[in-house]
């Protein structure tokens, strides 16, 4: 399935500064600034959520926003490094992953303590520290760390699904 979105438009310079701010607090990285070529388009019908706005730096999608909440897609997360925000999973959960499986608990081996119930997360290896996905965290960053069972990530997008292949290099 190929993802359609509407007409990207180049962000007003006020605008691009207003989500990387948010974005270089919320997950300790610093991402674009208002000189860079920064768009926005819409897209319908990715996952649990209707529509999410994206976010395009020189035509590589980096960015999603849900309501007015940002967050990196992978290749955002490859492009600039954040430190904050993260849930690293153990080796054995890397495949269910990178099928697009939900986060389960037990294959938590550590969590960022900042994390907040409801928080964008995103999902790494514990070997190599890669992102993988990301999604909305289920509960805090202790309870991701120390709870034995149960859902601890909702998937909202993962290496190789079709928002990893919207404007990017494959």
Not at 13 to 25: G, H, P, V, Y
Request: proline share 4%; aromatic share 6%; with cysteine.
């Amino acid at each position: 399935m190929v993802l359609e979105y509407s007409y990207k438009h180049r962000l007003r310079q006020k605008e691009i500064s207003l989500i990387a701010n948010e974005l270089n607090a919320r997950l300790g990285t610093v991402v674009f600034s208002g000189t860079d070529n920064v768009e926005s388009a819409s897209l319908r019908g990715f996952g649990a959520m209707e529509q999410y706005d994206i976010l395009f730096v020189d035509n590589e999608l980096v960015g999603i926003i849900s309501g007015k909440t940002p967050m990196l897609t992978v290749r955002g997360l490859l492009r600039y490094t954040a430190t904050k925000k993260h849930v690293t999973v153990d080796m054995g959960a890397v495949p269910h992953i990178c099928n697009g499986a939900d986060v389960m608990t037990p294959g938590i081996a550590d969590a960022d303590p900042g994390i907040a119930a409801g928080d964008f997360v995103w999902m790494r290896d514990e070997k190599n520290r890669k992102p993988l996905a990301i999604g909305e965290s289920l509960m805090p960053g202790e309870g991701l760390r120390s709870s034995e069972k149960g859902k601890g990530v909702r998937m909202i997008h993962h290496v190789g699904d079709e928002l990893w292949g919207v404007g990017g290099k494959q």
